[in-house]
């Protein structure tokens, strides 16, 4: 229905980790690149210290919050995000998605368009409404189709390059 604010507003003072989630849903839907990327980066914390991998669902946030502020033209927040989490996207197939994206200057090329075309293809209320129902279990929500949840679990890299 494309009312966002009225959305952000419903949702304003829900803490926990599905609400920050649904809140970058809605920034990114409402195209204030920026703010969504933030919501990314305050979702996943300290996580670019830890030691283990990436799992996908995490290196595609990772690529749609870097573009998010690369599109939200915030030079700061994209330094600071790639600086962040540089190790650990070096450490898995999105590596070099991660490198175009978060290039100071990347943001005009081809390789940076394919990659946030296939970035903003991965539908992330799914994967909120699968936690959602995970948590919930009780409600009788209808369950993702297992083609859906496929289709999320290929890594962006190789979305890209098809």
């Given at each position: ?18 609400a ?80 175009v994206?978060t ?11 394919d ?48």
């Amino acid at each position: 229905m494309k009312r966002h604010d009225v959305a952000l507003e419903v949702i304003a003072n829900i803490p926990g980790k599905e609400a920050i989630r649904l809140r970058a849903d809605i920034l990114w839907a409402a195209q204030r690149w920026s703010q969504a990327a933030e919501q990314i980066e305050l979702l996943y914390g300290a996580r670019w210290q830890e030691w283990a991998p990436l799992a996908d669902t995490e290196r595609s946030d990772m690529l749609r919050a870097a573009i998010g502020f690369a599109i939200g033209e915030d030079s700061i927040g994209l330094t600071r995000f790639r600086e962040k989490y540089v190790g650990k996207m070096s450490e898995g197939p999105d590596s070099r998605a991660f490198e175009v994206v978060t290039t100071p200057a990347g943001s005009g090329g081809a390789e940076f368009r394919d990659v946030a075309k296939a970035v903003a293809s991965v539908d992330t209320l799914d994967g909120f409404l699968r936690a959602m129902r995970t948590r919930f279990p009780d409600t009788g929500a209808a369950s993702v189709t297992g083609k859906q949840s496929q289709a999320k679990a290929v890594p962006v890299a190789r979305q890209a390059s098809r």
